[in-house]
């Protein structure tokens, strides 16, 4: 509560809290021209020559990012601390409010500036890289690739005649079953006609039939009476 009404009645504060504000605001001014030059001559160095510079210019570009948000940071207190102040009068309001405007403002310019950088960036990357695919393919990588090419070709022409010799034996195997299932037709409809045309040999054929069945039921019987016999002794030693 006392730190509330010191606030609100205390002057010399605001006018503190303004000094350091325009303090910050100067330097953060001069340090985005700076910042700003620099995300505008980023790559040119690389752009005109191969030789790398003595300072990595993305090393120096986040260090001052960085210094840049720390102030920024800082600013952003200070409007607060001034915004806990009841504002006496408009010419007061408007002063708080400028300061904001500003601060939103350079916020706005930093991220600008960094969102610039890194999409300059990456545009010099893949600028760098083409340019090394060219010369590489200038002194002499470009036979290999060339080569490789080829061989790309041959096996995929090899390939491809691989597949062919395979549909062809699974044609001449869907051919060959179904000439065996015609030949098993044949067979069968002959088989029926000299069943028909002796019927002693069909009537032989049934009985023999009805045997095998008769069989195959005793044999059945017989082995589960067994199995039951078994199951009854083994539950009846327990």
Do not use: W
């Not at 986040?62 to 006496?88: Q, W």
């Not at 601060?103 to 083409?130: C, H, I, M």
């Not at 699974?170 to 065996?180: C, F, G, I, N, Y």
Request: proline share 2%; aromatic share 6%.
């Amino acid at each position: 509560m006392f730190s509330l009404n010191l606030l609100h009645h205390h002057p010399e504060l605001l006018t503190d809290l303004r000094k350091q504000a325009r303090h910050l605001e100067n330097e953060i001014e001069a340090k985005l021209v700076a910042f700003n030059k620099l995300g505008v001559n980023a790559g040119s160095i690389h752009a005109s020559s191969d030789t790398v510079p003595l300072l990595d210019e993305e090393h120096v570009f986040e260090n001052m990012a960085t210094e840049i948000e720390s102030l920024v940071a800082k600013l952003s207190t200070v409007n607060d601390r001034m915004g806990e102040i009841k504002p006496n009068g408009a010419p007061m309001l408007h002063t708080m409010q400028r300061h904001r405007e500003i601060l939103k403002d350079y916020k706005l310019e930093l991220n600008k500036t960094q969102t610039n950088f890194t999409a300059k960036r990456d545009r010099e990357d893949l600028l760098g890289s083409v340019r090394k695919e060219i010369d590489n393919y200038k002194s002499g990588n470009g036979l290999n690739r060339r080569e490789q090419y080829l061989k790309e070709s041959q096996h995929l022409h090899n390939s491809d005649r691989l597949v062919n010799d395979q549909i062809s034996i699974a044609v001449e195997t869907r051919d060959h079953l179904v000439s065996q299932r015609h030949t098993f037709k044949r067979i069968q409809t002959r088989f029926n006609d000299i069943s028909n045309r002796f019927p002693a040999v069909n009537s032989l054929l049934q009985r023999i039939n009805i045997r095998k069945r008769r069989d195959s039921i005793i044999l059945g019987l017989i082995i589960g009476f067994c199995t039951f016999l078994m199951l009854l002794y083994a539950f009846g030693s327990s």
